[in-house]
């Protein structure tokens, strides 16, 4: 049975710091792209960040280039997202996604996901 477990969200200033950290099991982790989205209140569930498989490449969302980097650990079998200059219009809750065949940025094309975690950006 594949697990993806999140941690890590919370309630943070604007301009401050988090890491998100999706621990996965029951799966070949190194096999797939694991990626982060997002999904504010009213909105849709948005592309974030991934990594693929050996984390020798990751993507971003332009709103989080340059302030988001996301990274794994295969033998821990961890994915994490380090979130910096948070802005207010980052609060949502977090989801973290494998991708077996893909580079992890089409949410429909995601194999597994978490329950997720709520981050809450106050400004």
């Known amino acids: 049975q594949v697990q993806l477990v999140e941690s890590g969200g919370g309630l943070v200033q604007a301009g401050g710091s988090l890491r998100l950290s999706c621990a996965a099991s029951g799966l070949t982790f190194s096999s797939y792209t694991m990626a982060w989205f997002r999904q504010a209140p009213g909105k849709e569930r948005e592309f974030v960040g991934s990594?693929?498989?050996?984390?020798?490449?990751?993507l971003y969302a332009d709103s989080v280039k340059g302030r988001f980097t996301a990274s794994r650990d295969n033998a821990k079998n961890t994915v994490y997202l380090q979130m910096n200059s948070l802005k207010s219009e980052d609060t949502a809750v977090y989801y973290c996604a494998a991708d077996r065949n893909g580079s992890g940025q089409n949410r429909g094309g995601m194999e597994y996901w978490g329950k997720g975690t709520l981050v809450t950006v106050s400004s």
């Open positions: 990594v693929l498989r050996y984390g020798s490449l990751t």
